[in-house]
């Protein structure tokens, strides 16, 4: 097996290639200044599994991931291609929750390895009774800064995502 793998390795089909890439860009495009313009038919993945939600007219995406065995749910915020992860100053994000209702406020991940902290963080969770055994759910993120600009009352559909192009939810 590791013959095989240094052999993919130096015959340049894996472990990067030529230019350091180590993943396939299933939407690969020239974005150009006005990439946000013109994406219809242009769809990202959610990079842990979980539920995609855009964030104005996709400066940013945030992914949730739920976890309903114990109610851990995570969030993560994302760069305009969902590939990359965006730290952020908030040391909370509060989800209010319609469907079924309730409120739950996820912290802040510190994270060793990536140099993450609380107040710097990409990564947030919270292990909440109201989660437990939820197959779905819905409402709102209340507040969400990033890179310099503030939004409220984010919709959140889980485990659907939410895909609005829409700026609406910008202060």
Known sequence: MRRWVLLACLGGTGCGGEHGHDHAHPHDHDHG???H???AGHDHVAPHGGALMVVGAEYAHFELVLDSSDGTLRAYILDEEAEGALRVT???LKLVLTDPPGTVTLDAVANALT?????D???F???SALLEGVSSFAGALEKLEVRGRAFSNLAVSYPDGIDERADASQE
């Open 90 to 92: 908030q040391e909370t």
């Open 115 to 119: 140099g993450e902290t609380v107040g």
């Open 37 to 39: 313009d013109d994406h």
């Open 121 to 123: 963080s990409s990564e």
């Open 33 to 35: 200044e006005d990439h």
């Open 125 to 127: 969770k919270v292990k």
